[in-house]
Structure formats: C-alpha cells, structure tokens
C-alpha cells in the first residue's frame, strides 16, 4: 500500500494484521510499504519467513494525486528492487481487511479485480473515461468488465508495464488539463481493454460491505474510508 499519515492512522495495523492471518499463508511474503511518515508505521511481529520494508514516498496535498502518482512509485520500485526480491506482486489498497483465505490460487501472470461496486450491471453503465482528449478513454461500446483499481498484480515485469502504461496516461492528460473521471483505475481499465489479464478475481476477492448470497467465501471487505477524515474531502 501507498499511505498518507491519515491513511496510516485509520488502515495499516488493521490491514496488516489482518494479512497476517490469510494472505498467502505458509509463502514466503514481503509487505512493500510505502508512506509519506515512516515514524507512523507500527511495529508487527510477523510470522516466519514475512518481512516488511517501509519506504518513504512524496507528500501530496491532494487525494487525487496519491492516488494517480502511486503508479509511478509502484513501477519505480519495482525496477529498482522488487523485480529482484519476488516472484508475484500484488499492489493493494490499505482500506481492506483480509476476511478469508487469499492464497495461491490468485497468482497469476497478470492479475486484475472486477470491481464491486458496478457488479451486476451490464457495461453499458461503467463509468469509463468517455472524453476522447484522454488517455484513458473507452469508447461507447468497448470494455466487457470494469476493473477494481484496490487490487492487481502478477509477475513483476508486468505489472511494470501496466504501472509505466497507466503513468504515461496520466502524464500525457497532465498536458492537456484533463483529469481522468476515476483518476488511476480509468488508466488501469484502459490497459486491461488492451492488454488482457490472464488471472480475473471474482467479486469473493475484494467485496464491499453489503452482504450479498451470492458471495459464498468472501476473502477480503472494504471499511469505512471515512473520506472527510482521510481524504480531507
């Protein structure tokens, strides 16, 4: 995860603790943390083999720009060690609780989430970018899923290349004074309509807090992200 202080203080020691008990138990784990206020993060015991490496990332005065900018920090690293340290990444958002076994069975060579929040409308209503000034634009017609931008992953060296893609996207509409409608998942869903994921996660994988019949074994639930306190919205 990629956290300002406030994240920190609302999400990480849940989120952790909580990863600890059903991410990729008995596999060797590496947490990429990276945050604006390295003091803030707590101190874990983690169980054998887990390790945890703290960064610390630019602050940014806007959500908006954590949001977008985390793709660049993301590929950065990757380039300069992950892609040297682990054989699968997964990039997650800290509002999460692991609430069920996430194991193996979720590595795949490219990795996306079908979001939740739109699940089951038919495409015609996903919110992709419809202005075609951007980057990440979907024209009417396109796209068969919507993807969840709180989860993705895979090989190293290709979430490289959707990190460095969905960069370049949000640095060309930076030039024209556009703004994609849902900052880096607008990006993300304009690389998976180009490049398609090889492993998709069902809604089980990152649900909301609504609980639904026909989510049998939910593996992780969003919280309350409280935006006025977080986000400053």
């Known amino acids: 995860p990629i956290l300002s202080t406030s994240y920190i203080d609302r999400f ?29 993060v707590p101190a874990l ?22 949001s977008m900018m985390r793709m660049e920090q993301i590929s950065t690293l990757i380039q300069e060690r992950i892609r040297h340290e682990v054989t699968y990444l997964f990039c997650l958002d800290v509002d999460l609780l692991f609430v069920g076994h996430f194991g193996p069975e ?3 060579d490219l990795v996306a989430q079908l979001q939740a929040g ?12 419809q202005r075609p000034q951007s980057a990440a ?15 993705f992953g895979g090989r190293p060296e290709l979430v490289y290349n959707l990190t460095r893609a969905c960069m370049a996207g949000v640095s060309k509409d930076k030039v024209t004074g556009i703004e994609a409608v849902w900052h880096e998942e607008s990006h993300l869903n304009r690389y998976f309509l180009d490049h398609k994921p090889t492993k998709l996660l069902s809604h089980e994988f990152c649900w ?15 919280i309350p992200e409280e935006y006025k306190i977080v986000r400053g919205a």
């Open 45 to 66: 015991k983690l169980s054998p083999e887990r390790t945890m490496t703290v960064l610390h990332v630019p602050k940014f005065s806007r959500w908006q720009d954590i």
């Open 12 to 40: 990480l020691k849940d989120f952790l603790e909580t990863a600890e008990q059903h991410f990729m138990r008995g596999q060797r784990v590496i947490y990429y943390v990276l945050v604006d206020n390295v003091s803030k």
């Open 137 to 151: 634009y979907i024209a009417p017609g396109q796209g068969d899923y919507y993807y969840h931008a709180a989860l």
């Open 118 to 129: 739109v699940y089951p409308n038919a495409p015609k209503s996903f919110t992709f970018e």
């Open 208 to 222: 909301d807090r609504t609980p639904r019949s026909y989510i049998k074994l939910p593996r992780i639930k969003w």
């Open 106 to 108: 979720a590595l795949g």
